[in-house]
């Protein structure tokens, strides 16, 4: 089963959510935990700082995507690579064709259509991908590299690394980026379920409504967890029962949640109500077809 855990704005409590529900399950079996946040992935900060992985690294790959290279000798500037590029990465200036990588999207389009080969192919380093075991906790994390615009193709590519590496019985969870766009689409698409996390607040609310449309437009199986619950108002919680949206788990706003966080530590070994609401996630996935879960 793959669940991604997700929301419409940044800082509502995705890699909380994510790093102790995967390590929360780890404990009966075997879970991967993936963090596909490539720009600025922080799920690892909590799995090391805990405790939890020990072992050093099993595997380090670093990832690649294929851009077009300019071979002046064999170019006849007939400008058809600029006409076909969508994003300007290829543009023809007198008698010298500029590649810009960085806007590569690695469609092809340039390469194939270019009638005299002027424009091969080639495998540019992007980011890197990291995958850590210890007991029954695998964690995978990527990283976008410095500079890299493009964080699509690396999720890509590590949906890839674990539907290779993992069996479909292995329950696997992944820490989303923040946001509606692209990125997001990308590491939400290939979901069984998605976990939306937010925060009783106007901003909260608002970009949760982004996010469960986003989720209606991708025809996901969605439900929402409400973090902070206390603060703000009830707007989060009127609207999932008129949309008749799922409400797994209300996660108290409690200060010591946001000692342990602050620390790098797991929130559910110290603060028993986090155990409860995670149960309370477990047990209604539970209930999905084939959910796969003790």
């Not at 996901?220 to 999932?240: E, M």
């Not at 790098?264 to 796969?292: C, R």
Request: charged fraction near 25%; hydrophobic fraction near 35%.
């Amino acid at each position: 089963m793959k669940i991604a855990i997700a929301s419409g704005k940044g800082g509502t409590g995705k890699t909380t959510l994510s790093t102790n529900l995967a390590s929360y399950l780890a404990e009966k079996q075997d879970v991967v935990l993936i963090d596909l946040d490539v720009e600025e992935p922080n799920s690892g900060l909590f799995i090391h700082n805990d405790g939890v992985v020990q072992s050093h690294p099993v595997t380090i790959e670093d990832k690649f995507k294929m851009v077009p290279e300019w071979i002046e000798d064999k170019c006849t500037f007939c400008g058809i690579c600029q006409k076909v590029c969508n994003f300007h990465a290829v543009i023809q200036l007198g008698k010298m064709i500029m590649v810009f990588p960085e806007l590569c999207h690695g469609c092809y389009a340039c390469s194939e259509l270019c009638p005299t080969d002027a424009l091969p192919m080639i495998p540019k380093k992007m980011g890197e991908l990291k995958h850590i075991k210890t007991g029954q906790l695998n964690f995978v994390e990527s990283r976008l590299l410095i500079g890299e615009e493009q964080a699509v193709p690396l999720i890509s590519q590590t949906h890839k690394y674990i539907d290779e590496h993992f069996d479909a019985e292995t329950i696997k969870i992944f820490d989303s980026p923040p946001g509606t766009s692209c990125p997001v689409i990308e590491a939400t698409k290939d979901a069984d379920f998605v976990i939306l996390i937010t925060e009783p607040t106007p901003f909260g609310f608002h970009d949760l409504k982004l996010a469960v449309e986003t989720m209606k437009e991708l025809k996901k199986k969605f439900g929402v967890v409400v973090n902070r619950y206390g603060i703000g108002n009830d707007d989060v919680v009127d609207y999932c029962e008129k949309e008749n949206v799922p409400l797994l788990a209300k996660v108290p706003n409690d200060r010591r949640i946001t000692e342990l966080y602050s620390k790098g530590k797991l929130v559910y070994k110290e603060v028993p109500e986090m155990g409860k609401e995670l149960d309370k996630i477990i047990a209604y996935l539970s209930t999905l077809k084939d959910g796969g879960l003790a």
